[in-house]
Each structure stands twice: as C-alpha cells, then as structure tokens.
C-alpha cells in the first residue's frame, strides 16, 4: 500500500501526472464552479461573463497546485513566462468553455450548470495536455 501510495505521490509518469490534475483539477473545478454560482446566482451577473471570471479563478488555484503537486520537472526558468503560457492555454480553454456552454444551454437548451459539466470535463484533458507539453515535460518524455 505505502508504495502504491508513494508513486501517486511523487511519480512523474504521465498517468500518475494525470491523476494528480484530476485531483488539481478538481480542486480548481470547486474554485470555478462555486464562482459561477455565486456571480450568477448572488450577484446577478450573466453565466457567460460569469464564467469567465469564475474560469479565472479556477486557473489561478489550478496554476498554484499544480506547480506544487502534478508538475516537478519546468521547461522555464522564468516563472512569469511560464504563468504567461499556461495562461494562454487556459484562455484557449475558456474559448472552448465559452463555446460549449454557449451551444450546450442556448442551442441544445440544457442548465447552464450541466453544461459546465460538460464542458469541464472536455476542457480538462486540453488542459492537461497541452500544459504537460508546452510546459512541463522532460525531453526524454516526448
């Protein structure tokens, strides 16, 4: 059990990787998802820029836990440069995030927060992967 244990904990294997975002990730998915609610629900602005800052905030926890608990190995030494791409990523994310919700609730007619559901779960593999490579990856790895 305690080396099962340890290899979720410090393996850098892409499965393993992926385990722990799915853990950052959902982590940062309660950030992203209380947000939306309490912007559209409490404070009465529209789901979509609900989201977007909502979708912000999600990135900020998932920025800070990831570099402590998925990713070990940076292809950047600048911290400002790396937060500047992941940041990018996560702007293409929120177009995806926009897009889905958008066809999901006014095209299809589902709840905004089912189709936050949806658009979650498609986000987080973009996410993942295109963070891993562009990111934080061992030449070795690709």
Do not use: P
């Amino acid at each position: 059990m305690t080396s099962i244990l340890d290899k979720l904990i410090k393996s850098q294997t892409t499965l393993f990787q992926l385990i722990r975002y799915g853990f950052v990730g959902g982590v940062a998915f309660v950030a992203d998802y209380g947000s939306l609610y309490a912007f559209t629900e409490w404070v009465g602005i529209q789901y979509l820029w609900s989201a977007a800052i909502a979708f912000i905030v999600g990135l900020t926890v998932n920025y800070v836990l990831s570099n402590r608990i998925v990713f070990t190995t940076h292809r950047f030494q600048s911290r400002w440069l790396e937060f500047t791409i992941f940041a990018v990523i996560g702007v293409i994310g929120l177009g995806l995030n926009e897009l889905i919700m958008y066809c999901a609730t006014d095209l299809i007619g589902l709840h905004y927060m089912l189709s936050k559901l949806i658009s979650t779960a498609l986000v987080f593999f973009w996410n993942f992967f295109a963070r891993k490579l562009a990111l934080f990856y061992k030449k070795s790895e690709v």
